[in-house]
């Protein structure tokens, strides 16, 4: 699955003129003058609401935004219109106006555009979204940051095809007495939060309106989803740095405040005092080179779209800082997945050997998350996480060389020995015999064994096996309101296909006739990962009973007597 890129900014958009002076006389050209004089509200640092002077200049665009100008206190304070200012509410002689939400990339950095409160408060109503106009020729978004805390470099480049983001590098933690804030009120700093806990993503932004427990912010979109369920905290801003091309302000999330419902192109709108559900994620890694371990948690709030990309960008930064290494090793690993939605948790152990071991130890477990999250049959929330990942520095691997059988040719019900032979990375060849019996139907002629490991069996969902546990009932029917869809179960076959699948530190024998499709299957255990697929070809052939049935003549006696000869008789005589 491959998640659209956002169109939009995700702290605060930022319009790029081509020429500076000719980008703001295109603005004048297109703004109708109102010029008065206004304030805004916003946090610099910490938690207490400023209030600034501001010019209201004039109305752009067919979509009515309005254009502004902030003080030069405000300016020399914040170094310009600042990432994590949009939503700062913005008032004309004490009547609120709208939310600061773009700006212009000047070298004042003092000019910004905002988005009327008529617009915003549509929100509320699930209005359809805004698009700004064709008429805004040579106006370019440039995507600005989101916030990560915890993230090690590389566990950074996975979010990166969805977010632009600011390096904070592994920031972990916050200030004492961060949980103390003050309650929210138009010009507080907000952040919506992605993912929590030992790690942390998170979007700064500012508070535009709050009545009656319902709030609006950002004036822009997030990452422009609609409905959606995000969790907004309270934030303290540790400083407004003055960065190019735009300053932005450095801050940090705190206690949860509320749920952002919706993600438009006015703004963000949602609920305070309500938490949204979220999925919790428990992993216990432990380096048996170094005899550390530890136990991290983080908790990622559920959306189908995201939820594969924040569990795997954020369990591999966990592993990361817990194996305090990039490099070879070998993982045991054991996982399960808990959800209301199933009828038992996903359980899953499995062996993993490579160059790279701390990203290979949770590659299967994202994808038994991408599984559930984006499967076709129904939906399902997930609610817990939990693994056990052991890791050695030793590359506990071993190649498949071959497969001998003792002979060529084999009638049914022999059995087949096999000799497989494999090479343990740097270690003597081992052999390993296996034996396997030819059924007594089996069909005569070539048959192959196939030895592949589990290493080589990249796992596809088998659909067409769903067929096979079909249940038909009518040609044409429409399920009652009460009744489950027909196709509710099969997700169930598919996690059974993944959960049973071969192990890879497991080789599978088989004895099969192409033709025919006839298998045999034989599962074996090893004590290290085993890589690749070798295979060999026999004959089968009558067996010695067979040949003297075929040869021995037979004479049969109707039902009223007679005596007849066989057909084989008749064409010898």
Known sequence: ???????????????????????????????????????????????????????????????????????????ERSGGIAEGMSGSPVYAEGELIGALSYALNDRSHRYALVTPIEQMLEILALLPEQQLPEDTVGLEPLMAPVFTYGYTTRSVRALEDIFSLRPLGSLRGWPAGSDVVAELEPGSAVAVQLVYGDVSVVAVGTVTWVEDGVFLAFG????????????????????????????????????????VLQDRSAGIAGTLGIVPEYTEVVLDIEDTSTGKREQLKFYAVYDENLITYLFGSSALALVDRALDRVGTGTALVDFTIESRDLVQPLIRTNVYCSGDIGATAVTELSEAVSLLATNEFRPVHLERISARITVSDKLQRASLVQVVARQEYYSPGDEVVLEI?????????????????????????????????????????????????????????????????????????????????????????????????????????????????????????????????????SVQTSPEGD???SDHEQELS
């Not at 400023?50 to 752009?60: A, D, N, Q, S, T």
């Not at 934030?235 to 705190?254: E, S």
């Not at 497991?506 to 890589?531: C, G, H």
Request: contains cysteine.
């Open 421 to 553: 032979v494999l090479r343990p990375f740097r270690e003597a060849v081992q052999k390993y015999e296996v034996v396997l019996e030819v059924p007594d139907h089996w069909p005569m002629g070539m048959t192959t064994v196939l030895v592949e490991s589990g290493s080589a069996d990249f796992y596809y969902p088998d659909y067409s096996a769903l067929a096979q546990e079909m249940v038909w009932t009518e040609a044409v029917r429409t399920p009652g309101l009460d009744e489950e869809s027909a196709d509710a179960g099969d997700l169930d076959l598919l996690i059974r296909q993944f959960t049973e699948r071969l192990r890879n530190d497991q080789i599978k024998v088989t004895l099969m006739n192409m033709e025919s499709e006839e298998r045999v299957e034989r599962v074996i255990d090893l004590p290290f990962v085993a890589i690749g697929t070798v295979l060999c070809d026999l004959q089968i052939v009558p067996g010695k009973e067979s040949w003297e049935e075929e040869s021995t003549e």
């Open 1 to 75: 699955m491959r998640l659209r890129r956002p169109t939009v900014s995700l702290f605060l958009l930022c319009l790029v003129f081509v020429g500076i002076a000719a980008g703001v006389e295109r603005v004048w050209a297109q703004a109708e003058s109102l010029s008065r004089p206004g304030s805004m509200k916003t946090v610099l640092r910490g938690t207490s609401v400023e209030e600034f002077p501001v010019e209201i200049l004039g109305r752009y665009g067919d979509e009515d935004l309005i254009l502004i100008r902030i003080s030069e206190e405000l300016a």
């Open 220 to 259: 822009h979109p997030f990452y422009h989803a609609g409905s959606v369920s995000l969790l907004l905290s309270q934030a303290v801003v540790v400083d407004t740095v003055d960065a190019d091309p735009l300053p932005f302000k450095l801050a940090y999330p705190t206690r949860p405040a509320g749920t």
């Open 563 to 565: 005596e007849f000869v």
